[in-house]
């Protein structure tokens, strides 16, 4: 794999890093949005904009949502917006397989919890990237995941191979990530991994951790196996086109 860096160590406790890094040109086989669209990329990590405590919350959350299905292999997702979640090899749509019953499972706080988080790494991305926070649009998927050692069963649970988040889902344009466990205590392997040429420089999740940056090749990525444990994390995905934009979940 080349030399390996470690960008930010789960011992770590990181109030602003950010790593400036040229832009790709992916951006440009899209609509430009000014003020929004990437004109300074790089990628950043902080923990000082989710407490521990919130993460914890958080993971609760995921933990209720994702018990009531789970995938055969090592990937499970559960996605509020959509109400997508893995069952078995397939996936369901929660609010309409379970119904009013929806509302044992979460709650209004559980909701207004997820909105405010959601909003303040909205917020620091903007500000990390000199952009305006209402030029920034929620985007799909925006999802819950639970990985743990299982094999892969279907090409959905292959969640390890690198990829680019603006060639795999046009609409993004930046992809922020929250950690809900710790990297070596809840879990092994599962460490978040930047491709660049010359090296990798790896994430580790801790909980409460937010790693974020632009989603165009300037930052290839791929996440390791996990090697045991489990390790719960969301995905939160910012577009600057309005027409790819999505509203918070609703109970």
Request: proline share 3%; glycine share 10%; hydrophobic share 30%.
């Amino acid at each position: 794999d080349g030399v390996t860096e470690v960008l930010a160590h789960r011992s770590d406790n990181l109030r602003d890093k950010f790593i400036e890094i040229p832009c790709s040109e992916d951006y440009d086989s899209h609509r430009r949005f000014a003020g929004c669209t990437p004109r300074k990329c790089g990628r950043g990590v902080t923990d000082a904009v989710i407490t521990r405590e919130e993460a914890e919350r958080i993971r609760r959350i995921a933990e209720r949502g994702l018990s009531l299905g789970g995938s055969d292999g090592g990937a499970s997702i559960l996605d509020l917006h959509s109400g997508a979640l893995s069952l078995g090899k397939h996936f369901v749509n929660l609010y309409r397989y379970f119904g009013d019953k929806i509302r044992d499972i979460f709650t209004e706080e559980d909701f207004a919890l997820y909105r405010d988080v959601r909003q303040r790494i909205q917020q620091r991305i903007a500000q990390v990237f000199g952009i305006s926070s209402s030029a920034m649009y929620l985007t799909k998927p925006t999802f819950f995941s639970r990985m743990n050692s299982t094999g892969a069963k279907t090409t959905h649970d292959e969640y390890w191979h690198p990829h680019v988040d603006k060639v795999t889902y046009g609409s993004f344009d930046y992809t922020s990530l929250l950690y809900l466990s710790d990297y070596s205590e809840d879990f092994g392997g599962g460490r978040f991994v930047f491709m660049d040429a010359d090296s990798n420089k790896t994430v580790e999740p801790r909980a409460g951790r937010v790693s974020f940056f632009t989603s165009g090749s300037e930052n290839l990525h791929r996440v390791e196996k996990v090697q045991w444990g489990t390790r719960f994390a969301i995905t939160i995905s910012f577009t600057c086109d309005p027409e790819h934009g999505i509203g918070d979940p609703l109970l």
